[in-house]
């Protein structure tokens, strides 16, 4: 029997999702969302289901499904699809652009997403349900934790790690050897030399470093 793939979300980050799947002549047999944007293009043509809880009444083994929720810091959203559908014995599905490059030594998680101009190297380990968005450059050796949201034009170069639920945003860069910690938020353009603590915020590029709540 063939698998069914069913799409979470309708906003942007799903229909750029869906414009990869049909260049790579993937089927979307639902999309499941309860506010859906008509709007997109990228999404007409897919049966729309507003509610998630119907893919359950699929087998395990007939269902594979695609994370379309994006992640922005401070929404945990994603995260909270992933761990309810795999809990049940669901899996994700994987999304790679035919536009990135991957090492064939690299190693990715379920449900990772990797988008176009992105580049993955030899070494790199990419955990569970993490973003590599547009342009994206994660160099030799690097750890990338699960729910991870590497945004467009980052670069991490090697042996960087990162914990779980870690956004790193536009255009940042980490240099090699840093370690990043659960829960941290990289500001855009932020240029990172030091290691960086779980739950803090870093900014600038001079890397001033914060908690959540604004304190240095």
């Known amino acids: 029997m063939d698998k069914k793939f069913f799409l979470l979300g309708a906003g942007g980050h799903a229909s750029v999702l869906a414009d990869i799947l049909r ?9 499941f969302s309860p506010e859906i944007d008509f709007a997109r293009a990228a999404l007409s043509g897919i049966p729309i289901f507003k509610n998630e809880d119907e893919i359950f009444e699929y087998q395990c083994n007939t269902v594979s499904i695609i994370n379309g929720v994006g992640s922005l810091p401070g929404s945990n959203l994603r995260t909270k699809l992933f761990n309810k559908f795999t809990e049940q014995g669901y899996s994700f599905q994987q999304v790679i652009s035919k536009h990135s490059f991957i090492s064939d030594f690299a190693t990715l998680g379920q449900g990772v997403q990797v988008m176009p101009r992105a580049i993955i190297q030899a070494g790199a380990v990419i955990g569970d349900n993490t973003i590599i968005n547009t342009g994206a450059i994660i160099e030799h050796d690097c750890i ?16 960087v790690s990162t914990g779980n639920n870690v956004h790193i945003g536009s255009g940042a860069t980490v240099i090699q050897g840093i370690s990043i910690g659960d829960g ?4 855009a353009g932020a240029i990172i030399t030091k290691h960086v603590e779980s739950g803090k915020m870093v900014f600038g590029a001079r890397s001033h470093i914060q908690d959540k709540k604004g304190k240095s």
Not at 184 to 187: D, E, F, K, P, S
């Open 144 to 159: 990338i934790g699960k729910h991870n949201h590497v945004a467009p034009g980052v670069t991490l170069s090697g042996q």
């Open 23 to 31: 260049q790579n002549k993937l089927i979307i047999s639902g999309l």
């Open 184 to 187: 941290a938020v990289i500001a």
